[in-house]
């Protein structure tokens, strides 16, 4: 077995056992293979595809290239992962919601990929915050805390680690096989005993069609059930950002808008409407009815607030987040509106040319080195079938030189489409699987 003739198999589109995956997987972890062979087995897997069997023995391989965790709490282990959007800062919300209704949460997260932003690079816009938690810390978090958002520590899927930063470079991103082994083996590493995922359809996600969608729900939900872990999915729109505000700190603000009761809206009927079901089939509420009710309690009466302050305190930031975040998180020096040039309501929102805008920004990273600037990004994007008159903002943007503001205004110029009359917004949730 080498990684040679692992690609040249690829390369003629053979078909990969249990046994090379498993090889691969190793060899990723251990640093047998270079990037130049990671990249090209990477790219292998986005033009010929796996099987299913495939498709779980490399999931399986990957998370047993490192440590799995185990757990002894009391009472059930969940998660959610979201295939990634843009203004998705969900993951932010539900965390502790959930770990509120008496759940416990050890969310093991990503960076930006792509357009689409990163649960790691928003909660490290906070002062202080450091996502890169030694185990013992980690346990201790979630075990006093009910939840922690981490980074992949350096024993959790150590082969996902390495081909998640070549994807996003290579432009193998939105490889389904790959989607789900790099997903999973992370979340099956965490030791769960149910998942909630969140698959976004839509120009802002990586899926752009529903079938599309549907194919990689039933992938991830199928692949995660087959490994031991009940797992559903959720097909929810991303034909715009669910929060008006697409950048890291931005979106911490709409977060601890919706925390501290100053703001509900579409981001918070999605954050139950994944959560409820996670917390029935935990058996902590009925059915998903009545743990959306739960979920939607603990936001409003304060209670989700004062776990995401605990964990954020456990992690470094400032204990009195809660109470001074408008004036901690980091602001950009050049902010200024984008005029619409005509009068109409917003019929189209190009998302992923909204969140390469911010990645232009120096909000997200062009190639894995680049360091990001918290601060950057666009606010008050408008929605769907909002009126506008000419000249008044489309949105707002946040940037660290006018230059860089220049090219941004230009981007959402041509990412924002008006038309004459007003459109109807999409569903939020298409379809539930599993």
């Known amino acids: 077995m080498s990684a040679r003739n692992i690609l040249a198999r690829l390369r003629h589109g053979k078909a990969l056992d249990a046994e090379a995956l498993s090889w691969m997987a190793g060899a990723l972890a251990d640093g ?67 770990a ?31 996502t890169q938690l030694e185990e013992a810390q980690f346990r201790e978090v ?11 520590s350096g024993d959790i899927a150590p082969a996902d680690r390495r081909l998640y930063a070549v994807r996003d470079v290579t432009s193998t991103v939105d490889s389904l096989d790959l989607i789900t ?17 969140d698959v976004k359809v ?25 490994a031991g872990c009940p797992t559903t999915a959720v097909i929810s729109d991303m034909n715009q950002p669910l929060v008006p505000s697409l950048g890291n700190a931005l979106e911490v603000a709409e977060v601890m808008r919706v925390l501290t009761g100053a703001k509900t809206g579409p981001i918070l009927d999605v954050t139950v409407e994944l959560g409820g079901g996670l917390l029935a089939s935990g058996g902590l509420a009925a ?26 305190s456990a992690m470094g930031a400032p204990a009195d987040f809660a109470e001074t975040w408008h004036r901690v998180l980091p602001e950009a020096p050049v902010i200024r509106a984008v005029p619409a040039p005509r009068a109409g309501y917003v019929n189209a ?31 008050e994007v408008l929605r769907l079938g909002d009126e506008v008159q000419a000249g008044q903002p489309l949105a707002m943007i946040h940037a660290a030189r006018p230059e860089a503001a220049d090219a941004a205004e230009a981007a959402v110029l041509a990412a924002i489409s008006l038309g004459d009359a007003p459109v109807a917004a999409p569903d939020l949730i298409f379809e539930r699987i599993g």
């Open 32 to 98: 047998s293979v270079s990037d130049a062979q990671a990249g090209a087995f990477a790219m292998g897997i986005c033009l010929n595809g796996l099987d299913e069997q495939g498709r779980v023995a490399l999931t399986l391989a990957m998370r047993d290239s490192g440590r799995v965790l185990a757990w002894d709490l009391d009472g059930p282990v969940l998660d959610k992962h979201s295939t990634g959007g843009v203004g998705d800062c969900v993951s932010l919300i539900l965390a502790p919601a959930l």
């Open 142 to 152: 979630v075990r006093t805390v009910g939840c922690a958002i981490v980074s992949a």
């Open 202 to 226: 839509g120009s802002g996600a990586f899926m752009k069609d529903l079938a599309e969608a549907r194919a990689l729900a039933q992938a991830l939900s199928g692949t995660a059930t087959a």
């Open 287 to 312: 059915d998903a009815e009545a743990g959306a009710q739960a979920l939607r309690a603990a936001v409003a009466d304060g209670r989700a607030l004062e776990h995401f302050a605990r964990m954020l």
């Open 181 to 197: 082994a790099s997903i999973l083996s992370k979340k099956l590493a965490a030791g769960l005993d149910g998942l909630v995922l």
């Open 349 to 379: 929102i190009d998302g992923a040319a909204l969140g390469m805008a911010v990645v232009n920004l120096g909000g997200g990273r062009v190639v894995e080195a680049d360091r990001i600037d918290p601060a950057v990004g666009l606010s």
């Open 100 to 130: 509120a209704c008496g759940a416990f949460v050890p969310m093991i997260s990503g960076r930006g990929l792509g357009h689409t932003g990163g649960t790691l690079d928003k909660l490290e816009a906070i002062p202080g915050v450091s």
